[in-house]
């Protein structure tokens, strides 16, 4: 008898144990399928609501080109809701423009998309039978492009360059050029005002470049090493080369631990 009693006991543990489990994984299902609900509710809110059509477009680091330029080049239309935009295709868009080396394009709820603009940095013009602007890591930039006037920048020449595999936008594979404009991001640095008196560089043989000073012309002829120190040197020099030559043709500092100055020919009849 005591045993049938345990037994039923038994049982009736066992069923309630099964009814409570029954009830959680009921409730899991109702919380499981609640979320989802919710879920999908907030997707359609977000991706219908009039709320969040697109007012404003807000644009930072902007140097050459204009609010309305990075407008018309991303595509976006106002009342066109935020949630709905493709950030990574407005993106692609607007680094196609020759003047956006990168764009990073995010939401700002309830109605904006922010756009922070990477402009490429224009340090030279080049001459490859076309004139074209040219960024420290050799991309080629249109002139004309913007309306921002001529820079006081020299001009790169005497480069053997295949014209037809020019394109603007994109790089020039060219050690002589990439030697050049690293010299030139390392001189602009060290010595600001000796740069702006650079009106031309030209390569030389044997890893050497050739400056054509603004005004009288001068031509210095120097490694394409060592810029900071090359710039030093030439300051310290200068008082006593035209001390010494009233009107050089040009200064020589290809040799190592002396300089080479040329004079102007004279002038026939």
Known sequence: MNRQKKKTKARKKSQRGQSKARGLWIALLILATGSTLAAYQAATYFGQASYFGLKAIEVDGLRRLSGEDVRVASGLAAGSNIFAIDLDEVAQRLEAMYWIKRAFVVRKPPNRIAVDIVEH???????????????????????????????????????????????????????????????????????????????????MSGASIRLQMAGDGLEVRLPVNEAAHRLRTIRELMPRVHQSHPDPAYIDLRYAGQMVVGKKKAKSG
Do not use: H, K
Not at 126 to 145: F, R
Not at 164 to 177: R, T
């Open 121 to 203: 940095r224009q340090v030279a013009w080049i001459d490859l039978g076309q004139t074209y602007g040219i960024t420290p890591d050799g991309v080629l930039l249109p002139v004309g492009s913007t309306d921002v006037p001529p820079r006081n920048l020299p001009v790169i020449s005497g480069l053997s360059v295949r014209g037809d595999s020019l394109q603007p936008g994109v790089a020039v594979s060219d050690s002589a050029l990439l030697a050049i404009l690293r010299w030139w991001e390392e001189a602009t640095v060290a010595d600001a005002e000796f740069c702006l008196n650079v009106a031309g560089i030209q390569p």
